[in-house]
């Protein structure tokens, strides 16, 4: 593992390689426009129906600061799939107070998910990126622990779904990241080796993934909820932005 990756300045040599797998939510959409956003109305959400304050409650739980916008990197809103949240919902419900039966009522009328259309805000030119990279000769995939339903809605929005050969989601019953799976299946599915595979992410998740997976890049972006002292020690390289692959 690489002891201090670089910020990349100059193009990547994509010669030794036919696949770049990007995650989603911090590397090609804002994070904290879709998810804080959410986290924010959601607690509203509870309030109403409870008619009793739990808001900290869910903010703390979820590594959530609504006034800055701040995200822990490693906390329950960065790193759950969408089941997960839900799961999660639950018991902070339950640690508030309510009986199981009662957290899980007071869920299903509360719970919602983001507009994976409006919420989605991209963080580059994304289809100037994704055509950029195929006509280099690459394939293209996404990895995220979002839900296929929500996944293919978005990316049809952002004009990138025709660019795409290939998606694993969180609800398509795979190990979650950082497990190597998600990687390991759309290299199959695609027919490329993970040593000719660059992964893209934000997350620790992302690029820990990538490494155990043994794709033959791992690059960190730090347009997402974690620094670059976190995916320093975990990436083979650092980029600002997306857009900045090429």
Do not use: Y
Request: charged fraction near 20%; glycine fraction near 10%; proline fraction near 7%.
């Amino acid at each position: 593992m690489p002891a201090s990756p670089k910020l990349v300045r100059a193009r990547i040599d994509w010669a030794p390689f036919s696949l770049v797998i990007f995650d989603k939510g911090g590397t090609l959409i804002d994070f904290r426009a879709m998810w804080g956003a959410w986290a924010i109305e959601m607690a509203r959400r509870l309030e109403s129906r409870l008619g009793f304050a739990v808001a900290d409650r869910f903010f703390d739980a979820l590594g959530f600061d609504p006034l800055s916008g701040w995200i822990d990197p490693l906390g329950p809103l960065a790193v759950l799939p969408v089941a997960g949240l839900r799961d999660f919902t639950v018991d902070v419900l339950v640690q508030a107070g309510l009986s199981r039966q009662d957290a899980s009522a007071t869920f299903a009328a509360t719970w919602f998910l983001p507009d994976p259309v409006e919420s989605a805000r991209p963080l580059a030119d994304l289809p100037a990126l994704f055509h950029g990279l195929r006509e280099r000769g690459l394939r293209l995939a996404i990895a995220t622990m979002d839900d296929r339903a929500s996944t293919e809605m978005g990316l049809a929005a952002l004009g990138l779904a025709p660019l795409i050969d290939a998606a694993v989601c969180g609800d398509d019953g795979l190990p979650h990241k950082p497990a190597p799976d998600m990687v390991w299946a759309l290299c199959k599915a695609i027919g490329v080796s993970p040593l000719r595979t660059v992964v893209v992410g934000d997350s620790v998740t992302d690029v820990q993934m990538g490494r155990s997976a043994g794709a033959g890049l791992v690059v960190g972006v730090l347009s997402g909820v974690s620094s670059a002292e976190l995916l320093a020690p975990r990436a083979d390289a650092l980029i600002a932005n997306v857009g900045e692959l090429i």
